[in-house]
Each structure stands twice: as structure tokens, then as C-alpha cells.
T-cell receptor, first 111, second 114 residues
Framework: QKEVEQDPGPLSVPEGAIVSLNCTYS??????FMWYRQYSRKGPELLMY????GNKEDGRFTAQVDKSSKYISLFIRDSQPSDSATYLCAMSDGSARQLTFGSGTQLTVLP | NAGVTQTPKFRVLKTGQSMTLLCAQD?????MYWYRQDPGMGLRLIHY???????AKGEVPDGYNVSRLKKQNFLLGLESAAPSQTSVYFCASSFGGGGNGELFFGEGSRLTVL
């Protein structure tokens, strides 16, 4: 079993839709949670960063962490074609020198 | 502001050949990483460095070697390439450790081993 599970999609939605992306994990020591966005043929870039449980909002993006369920989510409101990308969740216990990444969900927002 | 630069961007090798991927960062970051990305596998850490002159193994280090002779450069070497090493390779750097510091990625190096 992978330490971090992420539905690979692909996910296709119409412009303006609310998108929900999710990851589950098995390591209860994880306390730093991130979402990276990767456009086609580009490197990933950090989109959202959350420490421990709770919600964090940044414009149209909301990240949620539920440590009791070992479940994290990224919500995109009013999705735009420019949001079309692969979204990777990543997490760490903070003491390690590395992140553990999910396999990524490919999202397409249709105009 | 270049950020993280990887060279070459594309390379085709024959089985058994050797090559080196170069990563350069201009952000004065201490930590540097080499990942490989394969379909359905996400990003997997090959090797990393916590400072000039240091290297450490990641999740999938076999068949690769690295060197960090200068703070701004991190080299990934394949001594005898195998088809299983066909992948997209990403270099990343961070000011602090990846656990609580943002990773900055290069644009990737696409390697095909025939």
C-alpha cells in the first residue's frame, strides 16, 4: 500500500464548476501538507501549504486537512480553463528531508 | 531570475551509456533534490543534499550517483543507463528542508533509454 493515495483522474469539469481533489495517507506522523500544481511539461509549483489540521483559503482555492481521518482536500471555486493542470498532494512529518508525493490528479476545465 | 535550471532538457541514450544531468540554482538554497516522475507513480526522491559537499540517498537511489561540489550545483549521474531509467527527472531546491519549506522545481529533463 502506498503511503499517500491520490485518485489519478482524469477529471474533466465545465468552467465555473467547483472542483474537489483529495488524498488519503497512512502515516500519522505527517503534519505538513501541501498541494503542488504542475502544468504540462513544466515543473511542479507550490499552490497551498497547511500545517496540521484545519482549513486555509487563498482566493479561489481552499485546502482542508482532517488528521483524524488522514484525509486532505483541495477545493477550487469558479474553476477556469487556466486551472487545467495536474495537482499533486505532498506531505511530510517535518523531521524528514523530503516530501512524500501523491501520484497526481489530472484536471481539465472546459470553456 | 532563473530559479532552478536543468540541462539537458531532452536526451536519448542507448543501454549501457552514461550521462550526467546538471542542476543549477541561483537562490542560495541549502537543500537540493533529484526526483524522477513516472506515470502513476508520482514524484520519487532519488538523492538529496542538505548542503555543499553532502549527499544522501532517497527512495530510489539504485543506478544513480550525485555530487554537490558547489552550493549552487547538484549533478545526477547514470553510470550504465537501463531502459527502466526512462523517465522525467526533476531537480528541486529549498531554503529549509522540504518538510516545512517550499520546493522550487526546474522544468524537467526527459530521458529515454533505448
Amino acid at each position: 500500500q502506498k503511503e499517500v493515495e491520490q485518485d489519478p483522474g482524469p477529471l474533466s469539469v465545465p468552467e465555473g464548476a467547483i472542483v474537489s481533489l483529495n488524498c488519503t495517507y497512512s502515516n500519522s506522523a505527517f503534519q505538513y501538507f501541501m498541494w503542488y500544481r504542475q502544468y504540462s511539461r513544466k515543473g511542479p509549483e507550490l499552490l497551498m501549504y497547511t500545517y496540521s489540521s484545519g482549513n486555509k483559503e487563498d482566493g479561489r482555492f481552499t485546502a482542508q486537512v482532517d488528521k483524524s481521518s488522514k484525509y486532505i482536500s483541495l477545493f477550487i471555486r469558479d474553476s477556469q480553463p487556466s486551472d487545467s493542470a495536474t495537482y499533486l498532494c505532498a506531505m511530510s512529518d517535518g523531521s524528514a528531508r523530503q516530501l512524500t508525493f501523491g501520484s497526481g490528479t489530472q484536471l481539465t476545465v472546459l470553456p | 531570475n532563473a530559479g532552478v535550471t536543468q540541462t539537458p532538457k531532452f536526451r536519448v541514450l542507448k543501454t549501457g551509456q552514461s550521462m550526467t544531468l546538471l542542476c543549477a540554482q541561483d537562490m542560495n538554497h541549502e537543500y537540493m533534490y533529484w526526483y524522477r516522475q513516472d506515470p502513476g507513480m508520482g514524484l520519487r526522491l532519488i538523492h538529496y543534499s542538505v548542503g555543499e559537499g553532502t549527499t544522501a540517498k532517497g527512495e530510489v537511489p539504485d543506478g544513480y550517483n550525485v555530487s554537490r561540489l558547489k552550493k549552487q550545483n547538484f549533478l545526477l549521474g547514470l553510470e550504465s543507463a537501463a531502459p527502466s531509467q526512462t523517465s522525467v527527472y526533476f531537480c528541486a531546491s529549498s531554503f529549509g528542508g522540504g518538510g516545512n519549506g517550499e520546493l522550487f522545481f526546474g522544468e524537467g529533463s526527459r530521458l529515454t533509454v533505448l
